[in-house]
C-alpha cells in the first residue's frame, strides 16, 4: 500500500473518488501514465501494490464516487500495460489476474445503477488490452453480461451497446486465435464451453449465428484431435443439456454424441452424468432432440464397461431409479431397460444395490403405462432369477397388493400373468399359495385367492397350468400342483369348486358343495358363482360340456353342477343360464336302473338323488366307487375336506368378530336414552349379529380391470 501511495499524487486520488466525472476520467489518465512508465520500468511489484490500492480503498469503498473510480481505475492500469499487459499477467498470473477481473464483476450487482455501468464500460475497456489472456473469465464475463442486459435501470441498460460489442468481440477474439496454427485453443475450450453455449440463447440473432459456428468450428476439431479433455467439458454438456432454450439442448446433446463415440475411457466416470441427460432428453417435445438423444442412448449402452476401470454401476442404478419418478412415458421406459441392461451385464453388482431400487420398482408397478408396467415386471422377474430373491418378489407383491386393492383390481391380472410368462406360472402360483396359507388377514387372502383362481381360468398366458390341473387324478405332476394351491384355495369355497372342477375332481366338488352351510352363502358368493357359471360356458370349460354328453360316465359331475344350481336364485342369470345348458344333457336315471326322458326342468327334482356326506369319505381318502368305477384315490380328499372345513370356520369366526366390532362401534356412537322402549321390544331376538353377513362392497371397475 505505501509503495502505491509513493508514486501515485494524493490529488490524484482525491479526483478518481470525486463525484464529477471529468475529474474522475482524468484521474484515471494520470493513472494510466504512472502504469505505462511502471510497466517499462518493470516495477511489478509497485503496479501490484497499486491494484491492491484501487481494489480495496476503492472498489470496495462504501461510497459510490469512489467505487465508480476504482472501476475506471482498474481499467486505466490495465490499459497502461499497452503491450506488456500479457507479458504481466503471464507472470503474476495468480495475483493480478485475480485482484483486476473479480472487482468488475462483482460490480455488476452493485446497488447503484451507475456503478453498474461503469462496470460495464470497465470491463470492455480491459478485454480490448488483455485480448487473448482474458478468455480464462470467458464463462464469468458471460454471466455478468446476460445479468446486465436484464437489468432495470435505464442508465445501465444504456449501456447494451457495449455488451453487444464485448460478446462479439470475444466470440471473434476465440475464432481468431484458434485460426493461428501455433495456438491449440482446444487446450483452453474447458474454460469458455460454457460461454459459448450461454451465447446460444442470447437476444442477439448475429451473437448467436457467431456462437453456434465457433461451437461447430470447435466440434470439428474435436474430431480430427487426438487429445481431449473430454471429462471437463463433458460436466458442462450435461448442464446444457437440461437447458430451456431448444437450440442449446439440441447442440448440447449433439456434442454429448459425438463424446459418447469418441471419449472411450475418459468419459466412463462420467456415464452417469451423461445418462442423466440424455433420459429426459429421449422425451423432448423437440423431435430432433429426441432423435439425437436416442442415438446417444444406444450408443452408450453399447458401451460394456469395466466396473474394475472406474465404471460406477450405482450411480447409473441411482440414475435410472431417479428417472423413474419422471413425468415422461418414453424415459421412464428407458430408465427400465437400463436396469435390466445392468442386471444382463454386471449382476453381481447389481444386486448389491437391490435395497436401494427394490421399493422403486415395486411403487412403479402402480404406473399409469401399462408399458412401463411390462418393463417393471421384466426387471423383477431379471432380479428373481435366484430363488431368495424370487421368494421376496412374491412376498413384496402380496404385500402391496394387501395395502393397495386398487394395484391388485387396476393391475392384478397384467402383473401376475407377466410373471406368470417371464418366471414360469407353476412356479408363481406356488410360492403364491404357499404364502396365502399362513395369511393372517383372512378377508385379504379370500379376495387374492379369488383373483387369483379367476386369472387361472381366463388367462391365455396359463393355459398349460391349466392343462397340467386337468391332469390331477391320473398325473402326479398335476396330484403336486393340485395339492399345492389346494391350502391356500380353501380361504374361498368358490375358489375350490372352481379348482376341483378344472382338476374334474368332480365327486369332491359335490362334497364340497354339500358341506357349505348358511354362512358361506351370503352375496360375496353368489357374486363368484354368477362368474363361475358364466365361465363354465367359455372355451375353456368346453371339455366339461363334452363330458356331459355321457352323462353315465359323469355322474359325479351332473351331480356338482345340479349342487351349483340349487344354490343359485331362481331368478338369477347365472340361474337360467345353467339350467339351460343341463336341459340338454342326454336324459340319465341316477339310479342307473332307468333312463328318464326330460322335456321340462320339472323332472330335475326327481333324478337327484343323495350326495355324498363328508362321512362317507374315507380315512384313506377314497370316495366310495360308483358303478362305473369313478374313484378319487390318488388325492387325500378326506383330510383335504377336513382343511377346508377348518379354513371356512376360521372365515365364520373372523366374519362374526368383524360383525361384533361394527355393532360395538354403532352402538357406543348413539346413547342409550335415545331407543324406545317400544323399539327395544320391537327387537327380533333372533337377528343376532352372530351370523349377521357384512354387506357387500360396491363394484368399481372399469374396461380390462378384476373385478374382486
Known sequence: MADALSVIPTAVLRNLS????????????????????????????????????MTTEFTYSPQANHRKGGLIGLAAVTVGLTSEASQHLEIVFGLICQQIVPPVLNSFSDQDGRVRYYACEALYNIAKVVRGEFIVFFNQIFDALCKLSADSDPNVQSAAHLLDRLVKFLVGWITVLDSVPDIDMLGFLPDFLDGLFNMLSDNSHEIRQQADSALSEFLQEIKNSQSVDYGRMAEILVERAASPDEFTRLTAMTWIHEFVKLGGDQLVPYYSDILGAILPCIADKEEKIRVVARETNEELRAIKADPAEGFDVGAILA???????????????????????????????????????????LKALSDPSDEVVLRVLEVHACIAKDPEHFRQLVVFLVQSFRTDHSLLEKRGTLIICRLCVLLNAERVYREFSTILVDESDLEFASVMVQALNLILLTSSELYELRDLLKQSLVKPAGKDLFVSLYASWCHSPMAIISLCLLAQA??????????LVEEDINVKFLVQL?????????????????????????????????GLLMLLPQQSVAFKILRTRLKTVPSYSFNGEEQVKRTSF????????????????????????????????????????????????????????????????????????TQKPEEAQRSSPSLSSDVSIPPPRPARRAPGQLQL
Open 18 to 53: 470525486d463525484k464529477l466525472y471529468e475529474k474522475r476520467k482524468n484521474a484515471a489518465l494520470e493513472v494510466e501514465g504512472i502504469v505505462k512508465n511502471l510497466t517499462l520500468a518493470g516495477e511489478h511489484e509497485k503496479i501490484t501494490s497499486l491494484i491492491n490500492l
Open 530 to 562: 354368477d362368474k363361475l357359471i358364466r365361465l363354465l360356458e367359455t372355451p375353456i370349460f368346453a371339455y366339461l360340456r363334452l363330458q356331459l354328453l355321457e352323462p353315465e360316465r359323469n355322474i359325479w359331475l351332473l351331480k356338482a353342477l345340479y
Open 602 to 673: 320339472a323332472n330335475v327334482d326327481s333324478q337327484i338323488t343323495q350326495m355324498p356326506t363328508p362321512a362317507q369319505v374315507t380315512e384313506d381318502g377314497n370316495v366310495d366307487q360308483d358303478n362305473n368305477g369313478n374313484s378319487h384315490n390318488v388325492i387325500d380328499f378326506a383330510s383335504s375336506l377336513q382343511q377346508f372345513e377348518k379354513m371356512q370356520r376360521q372365515h365364520r369366526q373372523h366374519a362374526k368378530l368383524q360383525a361384533q366390532s361394527r355393532k360395538n362401534s354403532s352402538s357406543s356412537s348413539k346413547p342409550l336414552e
Open 506 to 515: 368332480y365327486q369332491y366338488a359335490g362334497v364340497v358343495i354339500q358341506s
Open 319 to 361: 440414475i435410472a431409479r431417479r428417472q423413474l419418478s419422471s413425468e415422461w412415458e418414453a424415459t421412464r421406459i428407458e430408465a427400465l431397460h437400463w436396469m435390466s441392461t445392468l442386471l444382463d451385464r454386471y449382476r453381481p453388482e447389481v444386486l448389491c444395490f437391490l435395497s436401494d431400487i427394490f421399493e422403486t420398482l
